[in-house]
C-alpha cells in the first residue's frame, strides 16, 4: 500500500516537475522573442530616420536648382534674380551684397542691362560634363566656330580624359565644378571643399596640363543646400585666386519641366537681350539630348541677334549670385 502511495506521490511529482519546464520553457521563449522583436523595430526605426534624412537632402538639392533655374527663367527687366533667391534668413548664413565691384557683379547689377547700342555678349556654359553628349556638343560648337566653357566634374575613364583634352585642345575654356559632384559630401565642411577643390584641380592638371582659374559652385554660390556657410567656400576660392562664376541666364535645361528645344532656344533668347554679359546655364549630361538639340539653333538666333559668343576668360564680367567682393 505504503510503495503504491509513495510510487502515486513520485509520478505527480515528476508530472508537475514536467509542466514546470515547459511553462519555463514557453516564457522563455515568448521572452526572448520579445526582445528579438525590440530589437528588430529599434533597427528598423533608425535606418527609417536616416533614410527620411537623405531623402529630404536630395529634395532640397533637385528643388533648389529647380527654382534657381525658374527664377532666372522668370526674371524679366528689373525682376533681379539675386533678389528672388532669398537668403536663408534661418541660419542668417547668406549674404546677399549689392555693393558694386570691380570686375564681379550681381546677376541683376544695373550696370549690365543692354542700353541702346550695345554688343551684348553671351557666354555658352556647359556644366556637368563630360558625358555621352559632350563630343556633339563640341562638333556642333566647331561646326559654328564658337568658344564655349565647361564646368567639369572629375570623370576617370579614358574616353572623359579624352574629352577633357578635346574641350582644351579646341580652344573652349575648360572650368571646375567640383570633382565628386555630390551636395552633401562637397559641402559637408570647409575641409572636405577643401579636399575635393584640390582634387578636381589636380586632376585636370594632370590630365590636360591646364591650371583651372574657374569655377562654378555646384547648385550655384545662391544654393541653399549647404549647412556649410557659403562664405567660408568663397573667401577659400579667393585665397587660391580662383573665380566662381554663377549665371544669370538659365536655358532651363535642368527643370522639371521638359522643354523642346525650340523652347530652350527661346527661354535663352527672352533673357540675353536684356544683358550686356549674359552667362548661360546649360548642362552636358548623358540625358540632355534636346540640349544638344538646341545648341544648333541657339547659336543661330544669338549670332542673328548681334550677340558675340564667347568662352570665359579674365576679361569676362563676372556674373555671381553672391557677390565675392561682399565676402572679406
Ligand atoms: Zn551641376
Not at 73 to 90: D, F, K, L, R, W
Not at 145 to 154: P, S
Not at 262 to 275: A, G, Q, S
Not at 280 to 306: C, F
Request: proline share 2%; net charge negative; with cysteine.
Amino acid at each position: 500500500m505504503e510503495d503504491k502511495t509513495t510510487n502515486g506521490l513520485k509520478q505527480q511529482r515528476e508530472r508537475r516537475n514536467r509542466i514546470n519546464r515547459i511553462k519555463t520553457g514557453i516564457i522563455a521563449t515568448i521572452v526572448i522573442w520579445m526582445l528579438v522583436s525590440m530589437t528588430l523595430c529599434i533597427v528598423l526605426l533608425f535606418r527609417v530616420v536616416s533614410l527620411q534624412k537623405q531623402i529630404d537632402m536630395l529634395t532640397a538639392a533637385g528643388v533648389l536648382t529647380e527654382q534657381v533655374e525658374q527664377t532666372e527663367n522668370n526674371a524679366s527687366g528689373s525682376q533681379a534674380v539675386g533678389e528672388e533667391i532669398e537668403p536663408s534668413t534661418e541660419d542668417g548664413e547668406y549674404v546677399n551684397n549689392y555693393d558694386m565691384p570691380s570686375n564681379a557683379i550681381m546677376v541683376n547689377d544695373e550696370s549690365n542691362l543692354a542700353q541702346e547700342g550695345d554688343q551684348l555678349k553671351a557666354y555658352l556654359t556647359f556644366d556637368d560634363g563630360p558625358s555621352s553628349n559632350t563630343a556633339a556638343i563640341l562638333d556642333t560648337l566647331a561646326q559654328y566656330n564658337v568658344k564655349a566653357t565647361f564646368f567639369v566634374v572629375g570623370n576617370e575613364d579614358e574616353e572623359s580624359k579624352a574629352l577633357y583634352q578635346r574641350i582644351v585642345d579646341e580652344g573652349h575654356t575648360l572650368a571646375m565644378h567640383s570633382y565628386s559632384h555630390k551636395y552633401s559630401a562637397v559641402y559637408e565642411s570647409l575641409e572636405s571643399f577643401k579636399q575635393d577643390f584640390t582634387q578636381i584641380q589636380n586632376y585636370l592638371y594632370d590630365v590636360t596640363g591646364v591650371d583651372c582659374q574657374y569655377y562654378r559652385f555646384p547648385g550655384g554660390s545662391s544654393n541653399q543646400v549647404s549647412n556649410t556657410d557659403m562664405n567660408e567656400f568663397i573667401r577659400y576660392l579667393k585665397d587660391q585666386g580662383v573665380t566662381y562664376f554663377d549665371w544669370n541666364v538659365a536655358s532651363g535645361d535642368a527643370t522639371s519641366q521638359a522643354y523642346t528645344a525650340e523652347e530652350l532656344v527661346e527661354n535663352v533668347m527672352t533673357d540675353v537681350v536684356k544683358y550686356k554679359t549674359s552667362v548661360v546655364l546649360l548642362h552636358d549630361s548623358d540625358t540632355k539630348d534636346t540640349t544638344v538639340e538646341a545648341l544648333g539653333p541657339m547659336i543661330e538666333a544669338l549670332q542673328e541677334a548681334g550677340v558675340e559668343i564667347l568662352p570665359i576668360s579674365e576679361d569676362t564680367t563676372v556674373i555671381q549670385h553672391i557677390n565675392a567682393n561682399s565676402v572679406q
